[in-house]
């Protein structure tokens, strides 16, 4: 039997940010286990740094919040309602934001200590708005976070024109959130992953985590299909399959699921996007290889994995309807990835009352590329026992096992 301080499981970005950060803060003992399974959250990411789009549903969000307006009314017989902002909490936006002001000094740290790059890059997020309907929606928006107008800009249709000329010219403006970027999400993955590695922490692939050793209410390690591995503290990074490994630790259970989300990839093109893009279709980020990502589904489907016909087509529709040259290029690959969806969209934190050795770091939904820096630096701080960042107490897994 192997023997660590610290036992990651799962190898996406939050687990490869705990690694990452553990690493580099403590003279731990580490090693992070995983294994790839068919719908990985972190690889069908867009990479989109949208702290402030993604908190106010914008991004992947607003399309989650059009499938939930259109299935309520589905399931109540009524019109479609017109779409209305969904605004998360203010713990989230705070979350969000510390995390997102965290990646350009991370960005320097990794190329100067490690000789890796994420590809980072300032983009903004803008809302593009095609009638009053949008406007309305837009000011909306603005409207419930006076306390960031200053990263907010209005743009009317001459000057959306002058900064993004390939944007339909049926567009009547947009709205731009200039502190969110972006960042090439598997080469963030892999950042983490090889910067962990050069500090020492074991990665153990291809590998399952079969069942959790316990002594009482201790963990003490997990068995997997490479042999044991006792630990001090065991993190649960699994993901979409985070359910399952909780249920192996505690007996309990808590409610992350998979959420399937689908993306169209263009074929290389020119640079024809100066900033990432939301529509109340789609969202669209031109990466750094010149390839368009176009995303992203909602659907409860279980872990099925598969494409549809009908929401590859609605995505490539929304796209061209945003930017007419898209006519011109040839889709590359679909694919679909499973978030970690939570009931009310916050991830799941920390430590679990009447557990010891065992800390939770899943159900980050769309938003775990995003907030995968102060995830790992919360984990990390919890591990030395130090006062944290931000206060956990509404990531807690209590408020799904209480009542």
Not at 120 to 126: A, M, P, S
Not at 346 to 363: M, S
């Amino acid at each position: 039997m192997k023997k660590f301080d610290i036992v990651i499981a799962g190898g996406g970005v939050i687990g490869a940010a705990c690694a990452y950060f553990l690493s580099r803060d403590t003279d731990l003992k580490i090693a992070l286990i995983d294994i790839k399974k068919p719908g990985n959250a972190s690889r069908a990411s867009a990479g989109g740094l949208w702290a402030i789009g993604e908190s106010v549903g914008l991004g992947c969000g607003v399309i989650f919040f059009k499938t939930l307006s259109k299935l309520q009314s589905e399931a109540n017989g009524k019109e479609i309602p017109v779409m209305r902002p969904h605004q998360l909490p203010d713990c989230f936006f705070e979350f969000a934001l510390t995390s997102n002001d965290m990646y350009p000094a991370l960005h320097q740290e990794m190329l100067d200590r490690h000789g890796v790059d994420f590809k980072f890059e300032r983009t903004g997020l803008k809302f593009i708005m095609y009638n009053e309907d949008d406007r309305i929606y837009a000011d909306q928006i603005t409207s419930g976070i006076p306390h960031l107008a200053d990263q907010i800009r209005w743009l009317d249709a001459e000057q959306l024109k002058e900064e993004e000329p390939y944007i339909t010219p049926d567009a009547i403006g947009a709205i731009d959130f200039i502190c969110d970027h972006q960042v090439n999400p598997y080469r963030l993955v892999d950042a983490y992953m090889e910067s962990a590695r050069q500090n020492g922490v074991e990665l153990v692939l291809n590998t399952e985590v079969t069942s959790v050793i316990r002594e009482g209410s201790r963990v003490m390690g997990v068995e997997t299909t490479l042999g044991s591995f006792q630990c001090d503290t065991l993190i649960n990074a699994a993901g979409a399959w985070a359910d399952e490994l909780f249920h192996k630790a505690t007996g309990y259970n808590m409610p992350v699921y998979p959420v399937k989300g689908q993306i169209v990839l263009s074929e290389r093109m020119p640079k024809i996007l100066n900033g990432c893009i939301s529509t109340s279709d789609c969202y669209i980020a031109q990466k750094d290889n010149g390839e368009i990502l176009i995303g992203s589904t909602t659907e409860e489907k279980g872990f099925d994995t598969t494409n549809t016909l009908d929401k590859i087509t609605e995505l490539s529709q929304g796209a061209m309807k945003c930017l007419p040259i898209l006519k011109e290029s040839n889709i590359k690959r679909c694919w679909a990835g499973l978030r970690p969806g939570t009931p009310d969209e916050l991830p799941i934190l920390g430590e679990v009352p009447g557990i010891e050795g065992y800390l939770n770091a899943c159900g980050h939904f769309r938003t775990g590329i995003l907030t995968s820096a102060i995830t790992g630096k919360l984990i990390t701080e919890l591990v030395k026992g130090q006062p944290t960042s931000l206060d956990l107490t509404p990531f807690s897994v209590v408020r799904f096992l209480e009542g």
